[in-house]
């Protein structure tokens, strides 16, 4: 059989693949530490499946609009009102299999056959392959270690070519856990009007921040940048409804018609129950989004500091997400391995702790840490860290 050239250019997703490893090793009876899910641990609140099952049991089980319940659309629109201050109307929204799915449709509906990204490195690992599968080429921006892995209006400024059809942003961020502040998104929007190209703005993490700060969306900042900006977002973070697979794109409406429209003919609808559990999430008290905040930031404090104390490991510290994304390029160095994947590898065989290596996010010399996960397990991990570092750099001095 002969596979599509664009399946066969795809590189397979290294959080899910590192997760499944994890776990086949966990089956056949091993102690491992998973620390690559980028999903939170705790259940979805119980009022959320109580919503859900209700619908079931009414009936609500058969085909929806194709671009989501009118209801569910109008939880949406009131969160934008409510959250940022932003005014959609029902055209305005496609609701779709998850924000992953709404990420794939954009790209679907927008791109022609080699049009430019923009993507800032260290970037999801599906940005990319999804550009390509859209036939559109991804141009990789790499933001500096020293910037908090946030890219400037110069350098992306440098990056736009003739070409270039949008740029993504990601705030807060899937690897780095980075921030872009008001005056940051400002800037970035101006260079967006000057070359007239689009915004993407990644917002799936947006209530999951920490210390003094506060989220922004790039289309808050004025009415030129709503036209221009498509917001991508969606329950399964915040509301750990991850498995529900529903997720949600804003913007111009002729963009929304066509993801609509695309989808009709691939995923029909998104799935009916789960959306009427994203209304019950959107429409109740909040309280339990702001408790698993809370849990986050305390875990990322007590980890952050116990990380940051291992030899040959540095780390920005997040702002956001749930992500820790150290530089462990000495350490690997230190203990004789070629490469950070080798090094991570190596990690799992023998200390049984599973991390994401950053190469799939475009960022060689760092690794992914998830701390959605109990703080007595990442203090074990981090532990199994330490010792896997000063083992194997003694046992390459001890060769010397």
Not at 12 to 38: E, F, M, Q, Y
Not at 339 to 364: N, Q
Request: net charge negative; proline share 4%; with cysteine.
């Amino acid at each position: 059989m002969q596979l599509s050239k664009r399946v066969q250019n795809i590189t397979p997703s290294s959080t899910l693949a590192i997760t499944a490893k994890a776990k086949a090793l966990k089956a056949a009876g091993h102690d491992v530490i998973g620390l690559g899910a980028g999903e939170p641990d705790f259940n979805t609140p119980e009022h959320i499946i109580e919503a859900a099952t209700l619908s079931m049991k009414e009936g609500e089980t058969k085909y929806t609009p194709s671009g989501g319940l009118t209801t569910l659309k109008d939880a949406i629109i009131d969160k934008f009102k409510q959250d940022q201050q932003l005014t959609y109307i029902q055209e305005e929204i496609m609701v779709a299999s998850g924000a992953k799915h709404a990420l794939y449709t954009i790209f679907q509906a927008l791109l022609d056959e080699g049009d430019e990204v923009i993507v800032p490195a260290p970037y999801w690992v599906s940005y990319p392959e999804q550009i390509k599968l859209a036939g559109g080429e991804p141009i990789f921006l790499q933001a500096k270690e020293a910037d908090d892995f946030k890219i400037s209006k110069d350098a992306l400024s440098a990056a736009i070519t003739s070409k270039t059809k949008a740029f993504i942003v990601n705030s807060p961020s899937n690897p780095t856990g980075g921030l872009y502040t008001k005056e940051e998104l400002q800037a970035l929007g101006e260079v967006a009007t000057e070359h007239d190209v689009m915004i993407i703005s990644d917002e799936i993490y947006e209530k999951l921040i920490y210390g003094d700060v506060e989220h922004h969306s790039i289309a808050s900042l004025s009415d030129e940048l709503k036209k221009r900006t498509v917001i991508v977002n969606g329950v399964s973070k915040a509301y750990s409804m991850t498995g529900w697979r529903i997720g949600y794109a804003a913007g111009d409406k002729a963009l929304i018609k066509a993801m609509t429209d695309l989808a009709s003919h691939s995923t029909s609808n998104p799935t009916t129950p789960a959306q009427y559990g994203a209304i019950a999430a959107y429409q109740s008290d909040q309280a339990m989004v702001e408790e698993m905040r809370q849990a986050f930031e305390s875990r990322l404090e007590k980890a952050y500091e116990q990380l940051i104390q291992l030899p040959g490991v540095s780390c920005v510290k997040p702002k956001g997400a749930f992500y820790l994304f150290p530089n462990v390029k000495e350490a690997a160095e230190a203990g004789g391995f070629a490469t950070v994947d080798e090094w991570a590898g190596a990690l799992l065989d023998e200390e049984k702790v599973a991390v994401v290596p950053g190469a799939g996010f475009g960022a060689p010399d760092n690794i992914r840490l998830s701390y959605a996960t109990s703080l007595s397990l990442l203090e074990e991990a981090l532990q199994r860290i330490g010792h896997f570092i000063k083992r194997t750099s003694a046992a390459r001095k001890g060769v010397q």
